[in-house]
Nanobody, 122 residues
Framework: VQLQASGGGLVQAGGSLRLSCAASGRTFSSYVMGWFRQAPGKEREFVAAVSWTGESTYSADSVKGRFTISRDNAKSMVYLQMSSLKIEDTAVYSC????????????????WGQGTQVTVSS
């Protein structure tokens, strides 16, 4: 599966952005989808994941209540709605596809798209 993330940009603290990830290739609904982020000088960090059907999601404590992951299998898309953005949310955000739900380690995801930059200013 090929993945392409988009929707990043510059936003003020407290604002909102919606990231999108378009998938192509094998059957999209076969994959668990996740979002990760990496800030300069830091390791890649788990943000959120959604199950094959979209019925189950979980997210990192740092974004819980502010970010929402969702998917549309008919369109082969996964989304990350981000609100109440903080300066510390600044990072490159990447989408990833895997086969097992409940995984937070990047090593558990098999396919990656190129990232999209999110910059939150004060």
């Amino acid at each position: 599966v090929q993945l392409q993330a988009s929707g990043g940009g510059l936003v003020q603290a407290g604002g909102s952005l919606r990231l999108s990830c378009a998938a192509s290739g094998r059957t999209f609904s076969s994959y668990v989808m996740g979002w990760f982020r990496q800030a300069p000088g830091k390791e890649r960090e788990f943000v959120a994941a959604v199950s094959w059907t979209g019925e189950s999601t979980y997210s990192a404590d740092s974004v819980k209540g502010r970010f929402t992951i969702s998917r549309d299998n008919a369109k082969s898309m996964v989304y990350l709605q981000m609100s109440s953005l903080k300066i510390e949310d600044t990072a490159v955000y990447s989408c990833a596809a895997g086969f097992m739900f409940g995984q937070r380690s990047p090593a558990r995801y098999d396919y990656w798209g190129q990232g999209t930059q999110v910059t939150v200013s004060s």
